[in-house]
T-cell receptor, first 111, second 115 residues
Framework: GQQVMQIPQYQHVQEGEDFTTYCNSS?????IQWYKQRPGGHPVFLIQ?????EVKKQKRLTFQFGEAKKNSSLHITATQTTDVGTYFC???????????FGKGTTLSVSS | EAGVAQSPRYKIIEKRQSVAFWCNPI?????LYWYQQILGQGPKLLIQ????????DSQLPKDRFSAERLKGVDSTLKIQPAKLEDSAVYLC?????????????FGPGTRLLVL
């Protein structure tokens, strides 16, 4: 069945280092969304990408949608302790009615 | 704008007992989702409502799980009887419209522990 895969599962960085998480789909996606879940919290929407090759920035976060619309990445420049959490990508199911979430990448940051 | 409300926040039950969770979505949001999130996993969709109709319940274990959204606003999810593997966080989310392009707003979740 349709899958959304994320790597790495865990990443630990020193504060100030960069971080990247990758998302891959077994099928072409019409769009991809990214969510962040703080420890003990709930997922919070970050961004949606729709166009092939699209790049969007939110302060230190850069989101990219692959040319083939089957992969995406989230890059954080100069991580801060406030970036701690699990980052999920999510793509549409086959019917286009709902999202399939990846397993997430959990980021920890030490100061 | 008030967010998605869920109750209870925590629940501990023994296996074979029943439990119910309640969700009140953001006002005006037509679509409501129930997800199950097992520790270390992403949210897994259990059921999706559009107003008071079911859009997708293909991953709902219907032998023990049931959900309703009678008036197209708040919703309840029930498990009867519970099994150990039902221990998880149950997240409710809502969106203004229907479709995978919609932004979903999540509630704080109900943490269920089945002993």
């Amino acid at each position: 069945g349709q899958q959304v895969m994320q790597i790495p599962q865990y990443q630990h960085v020193q504060e100030g280092e960069d971080f990247t998480t990758y998302c891959n789909s077994s099928t072409t996606l019409s769009n991809i969304q990214w969510y962040k879940q703080r420890p003990g919290g709930h997922p919070v929407f970050l961004i949606q990408l729709v166009k092939s090759g699209e790049v969007k920035k939110q302060k230190r976060l850069t989101f990219q949608f692959g040319e083939a619309k089957k992969n995406s990445s989230l890059h954080i420049t100069a991580t801060q302790t406030t970036d701690v959490g699990t980052y999920f990508c999510a793509g549409p199911n086959q019917a286009g009615t709902a999202l399939i979430f990846g397993k997430g990448t959990t980021l920890s940051v030490s100061s | 704008e008030a967010g998605v409300a869920q109750s209870p926040r925590y629940k501990i039950i023994e296996k074979r007992q029943s439990v119910a969770f309640w969700c009140n979505p953001i006002s005006g949001h037509a679509t409501l989702y129930w997800y199950q999130q097992i520790l270390g996993q992403g949210p897994k969709l259990l059921i999706q409502f559009q107003n008071n109709g079911v859009v997708d319940d293909s991953q709902l274990p219907k032998d023990r799980f049931s959900a309703e959204r009678l008036k197209g606003v708040d919703s309840t999810l029930k498990i009867q009887p519970a099994k150990l593997e039902d221990s998880a966080v149950y997240l409710c989310a809502s969106s203004r419209g229907q479709g995978a392009q919609e932004t979903q707003y999540f509630g704080p979740g109900t943490r269920l522990l089945v002993l």
